[in-house]
Structures are given as structure tokens and as C-alpha cells.
């Protein structure tokens, strides 16, 4: 392979991660406006997080707290959250093969491992 093809091959990687720099700016973009809710407690507790998963919003159910059960808002809050995170988690890997293509080898079983959930398609 001649100097000027090596020169070549370099400059298509370059131009193909700037492209991709560039998807991947528009995918945070666009996971920044997405939304996923968890709730514990039979709604008790619901917790609002964004795609990149950045908690956006805590409710709690004002007559839950005239109970005075601290360590079971503690821990509602808590599910809740992991609750909003896993779905948060979706949303981003749902994101990420609509960017990638969902043709590309071995996204589904990656997308997978990200969520927990069992590979698309089976």
C-alpha cells in the first residue's frame, strides 16, 4: 500500500469520527429532552430523570409524610430512582441503535447487557 493511500485511509478515519462526534453531540442532545419516570410505594414516590440520567424532579406524596416513617421515604426514594434510571438506561440504548443502525453486528446483544433485558429479536 503506497504512502498516499495510507494518507488517504487516515483522513476517511478522521472525517468518519468527526461524523460520528457529531451524532453522538446530537444523540446527548436530543436524550437531554427525553424523560422516564420511576415510582415506588404505589406512587407514593415518583422520580423524573432525563436520558442522560440526570434527576430532573422528586415528588413525594404530601400525606406520606404526616406518617413520620423516615427510612421508608428513604427507601422509596430509592427504588423509585433506580426505578427512573433503568428506564433511562432504555432510553439511551434505544437512542444508541437508532444512531448506530440496527443492523450492526452484535447492538442487540450490547443494548442487553446495557439494560438487562434480553436481546431484540429473541
Same mark, same amino acid.
Given at each position: 500500500?503506497?504512502?498516499?493511500?495510507?494518507?488517504?485511509?487516515?483522513?476517511?478515519?478522521?472525517?468518519?469520527?468527526?461524523?460520528?462526534?457529531?451524532?453522538?453531540?446530537?444523540?446527548?442532545?436530543?436524550?437531554?429532552?427525553?424523560?422516564?419516570?420511576?415510582?415506588?410505594?404505589?406512587?407514593?414516590?415518583?422520580?423524573?430523570?432525563?436520558?442522560?440520567?440526570?434527576?430532573? #424532579?422528586?415528588?413525594?406524596?404530601? !400525606?406520606?409524610?404526616?406518617? %413520620?416513617?423516615? @427510612?421508608? +421515604?428513604?427507601? *422509596?426514594?430509592?427504588?423509585?430512582?433506580?426505578?427512573?434510571?433503568?428506564?433511562?438506561?432504555?432510553?439511551?440504548?434505544? #437512542?444508541?441503535?437508532?444512531?448506530? !443502525?440496527?443492523?450492526?453486528? %452484535?447492538?442487540? @446483544?450490547? +443494548?442487553?447487557? *446495557?439494560?438487562?433485558?434480553?436481546?431484540?429479536?429473541?
Amino acid at each position: 500500500m503506497g504512502l498516499f493511500n495510507k494518507i488517504g485511509d487516515m483522513a476517511s478515519m478522521v472525517r468518519q469520527a468527526q461524523q460520528l462526534g457529531g451524532k453522538l453531540e446530537g444523540l446527548s442532545e436530543t436524550l437531554k429532552t427525553r424523560r422516564a419516570a420511576g415510582s415506588a410505594g404505589g406512587g407514593l414516590v415518583e422520580v423524573e430523570v432525563n436520558g442522560l440520567q440526570e434527576v430532573l #424532579a422528586c415528588r413525594i406524596e404530601p !400525606g406520606f409524610f404526616a406518617q %413520620g416513617d423516615r @427510612e421508608l +421515604i428513604e427507601d *422509596l426514594i430509592r427504588v423509585a430512582t433506580n426505578d427512573a434510571l433503568t428506564k433511562a438506561k432504555q432510553l439511551h440504548a434505544e #437512542a444508541m441503535q437508532s444512531m448506530m !443502525g440496527a443492523d450492526m453486528p %452484535g447492538m442487540s @446483544e450490547a +443494548i442487553a447487557r *446495557l439494560t438487562g433485558e434480553k436481546p431484540l429479536g429473541d
